[in-house]
């Protein structure tokens, strides 16, 4: 008996001096920043606790407004991924062999870093960029200036372009075996009793794809709204999304700035446990049983 729990114990034991020190790190981190968002910072000067920096983020028209853009790139780039996913999917399951090689060809966005995904966005959507030569070569604009700016714009099209280059097939990758068992258990018996194309997507098709495709969608909207690369290499100059603004605070001349650097990142960590939060009911009220026990 003794025997059987070392064995069991010891792969735990062995990756316990690692899981230690990332945890520590990890919360140690989440601590220095959670009591110097409230002026806690006795290297500058700072010793007192005070919600003072706290009510001077809240109420700032910066913050406000990066707050807004924050929400509004999370949001659309994470229905526009789920969305055009499960079409995806739908078109993948519908006109292409499962074991073809094309099959995998829409997986190769997931393994490129978000950093060469910015270039590449860069590199075709500025006012210089391919696309735009290609119009004008094509005398379609009259001359480059005349392509819309779709990076480092204020509506952030080239952020949600990027992001949804992400986000588009790892919605497909979660939902595309729940299509294809779809298809093959569901829609050939609507389609023998008359229903159309419509009915089907309408009646099958998402009600099987949407709790995969929710805590996708809440996935996605989580991690853009706390990420740094992409609005930081493709976003406007105003409005900047948060994390973008607390990188500024941090990075500020004036020391003083810190707390506030660190309120914006205690907003971003509270907002990404109320997702998480939101993921685990999501996952346990909408969860469906799928046949042969896939959920």
């Known amino acids: 008996m003794k025997n059987n729990i070392i064995k069991i114990s010891q792969p735990y034991l062995m990756v316990m001096p690692a ?51 924050s929400l509004y790139i999370s ?67 009259k001359d ?11 509506m952030g099209i080239g952020v949600v372009f990027a992001y949804v280059f992400k986000g588009l097939p790892f919605i497909t990758l979660i939902v595309i075996d729940i299509v294809r068992e779809g298809y093959n258990k569901y829609v050939k018996v609507a389609s023998n009793l008359g229903a159309n194309k419509w009915q089907v997507l309408r009646h099958i098709i998402f009600p099987l794809t949407l709790p995969s495709a929710l805590s996708g969608f809440i996935i996605l909207f989580a991690y853009s709204f706390g990420s740094f690369e992409i609005p930081y290499l493709l976003g406007s100059s105003t409005p900047k999304a948060l994390p973008v603004e607390a990188y500024i605070q941090y990075n500020s001349i004036d020391l003083l700035d810190r707390p506030k650097a660190m309120v914006i990142n205690m907003i971003i960590a509270f907002g990404a446990f109320i997702l998480v939060s939101i993921y685990q009911k999501l996952y346990s009220s909408l969860k469906v049983k799928m046949p042969g026990g896939a959920l």
């Not at 210089?128 to 004008?136: C, H, I, K, T």
């Open 19 to 69: 899981l230690i020190l990332i945890v520590g790190i990890f919360v140690g981190g989440i601590f220095l920043g959670f009591i110097q968002s409230f002026g806690y910072f006795p290297l500058i000067g700072l010793d007192e606790l005070t919600f003072k920096y706290y009510i001077e983020v809240l109420t700032s028209p910066t913050f406000l407004k990066s707050l807004g853009f």
């Open 144 to 154: 480059m200036s005349s392509f819309p700016a779709l990076v480092f714009d204020q």
């Open 75 to 141: 949001f659309a780039q994470a229905f526009l991924s789920s969305v055009l996913g499960i079409f995806l999917a739908i078109g993948i399951v519908t006109t292409i062999k499962k074991d073809s090689i094309i099959n995998g060809i829409y997986k190769i966005p997931i393994m490129i870093p978000h950093t060469v995904v910015a270039l590449l966005v860069f590199i075709q959507l500025t006012q210089s960029g391919w696309l735009a030569r290609l119009l004008f070569n094509f005398h379609i604009i």
